[in-house]
């Protein structure tokens, strides 16, 4: 007699299997359940619309004594910071916020604190006033350097 699933295990919401690996998916509040490969393909195709291909800061020992050097990008050398998203990618922003007239659509994040620290998440819906500060994508004010030797011909 083959194993059966039953219904031991939630179904995922996108392909309707039933799997061990479905549960609510989102840091902040519940984006939906689904099973792992199915969260990891929404997941790439929200990072790839949105920009949000930065790798994620490495873990350091709380209690190590090593210099932790702020991430530079590497095209332009100016100081990113890296930020988790609500989708478990992580994004590339600005250290400084600036007013919302300033940076376009599409560029405009937000921190939003959780108990496990600050999600990046885009704005979208209900636009911000022209003077409230947002953090723009990191891509907006990249101007490579062309003295950098990858730039160089």
Request: proline share 11%; with cysteine; hydrophobic share 35%.
């Amino acid at each position: 007699m083959g194993a059966s699933r039953g219904d031991k295990w939630p179904s995922c919401q996108m392909c309707g299997e039933r799997d061990p690996s479905v549960r609510g998916r989102g840091r902040i509040g519940l984006l939906a359940e689904l099973c792992g490969r199915c969260w990891n393909r929404l997941a790439n195709d929200i990072a790839e619309e949105e920009g949000a291909t930065a790798t994620p800061w490495p873990e350091h020992d709380p209690d190590g004594t090593e210099w932790i050097e702020a991430p530079v990008c590497e095209q332009c050398g100016a100081a990113i910071r890296v930020w988790p998203t609500n989708y478990d990618r992580w994004v590339s922003l600005a250290t400084r916020p600036l007013p919302a007239k300033d940076v376009p659509e599409r560029h405009r994040w937000r921190l939003v604190p959780t108990p496990a620290g600050f999600v990046a998440v885009r704005v979208r819906g209900i636009q911000p006033l022209p003077d409230e500060l947002v953090f723009p994508h990191h891509r907006v004010l990249c101007v490579p350097d062309d003295d950098a030797p990858w730039h160089a011909t």
